[in-house]
Nanobody
Framework: QVQLVESGGGLVQPGGSLKLSCTAS????????MSWYHQAAGKERELVAA????????NVAGSVKGRFTISRDNARNTVYLELNNLKPEDTAVYLC?????????WGQGTQVTVSS
């Protein structure tokens, strides 16, 4: 059974950092491309970053380039999203995603709030 569990969100001041985790079960993260999305209140879900099976990463959302980094720990079966120099507009629920046998799976998400 495929499951994704995100953690690591919280309240942080502008300019601060967080490291989000997405721990997978039911498959190996090294075998599948993984993605992080964020969804702000009242807005559509947006793809932030992705990592493929070869470990090649892509920051899709221009607003986060140079600030967010996706990575993977195969031993822990976990994908991370490191958020640096956070801005109030980064406030959102952050979710990870995997496409497994043509079906998309999501975790429950973790809330990131950037506020002074």
């Amino acid at each position: 059974q495929v499951q994704l569990v995100e953690s690591g969100g919280g309240l942080v001041q502008p300019g601060g950092s967080l490291k989000l985790s997405c721990t997978a079960s039911g498959f190996n993260v090294s075998d599948k491309g993984m993605s992080w999305y964020h969804q702000a209140a009242g807005k559509e879900r947006e793809l932030v970053a992705a990592i493929n099976t070869r470990g090649i990463t892509t920051n899709v959302a221009g607003s986060v380039k140079g600030r967010f980094t996706i990575s993977r720990d195969n031993a822990r079966n976990t994908v991370y999203l490191e958020l640096n120099n956070l801005k109030p507009e980064d406030t959102a629920v952050y979710l990870c995603n995997v496409i497994y046998f043509s079906r998309g799976y999501w975790g429950q998400g973790t809330q990131v709030t950037v506020s002074s």
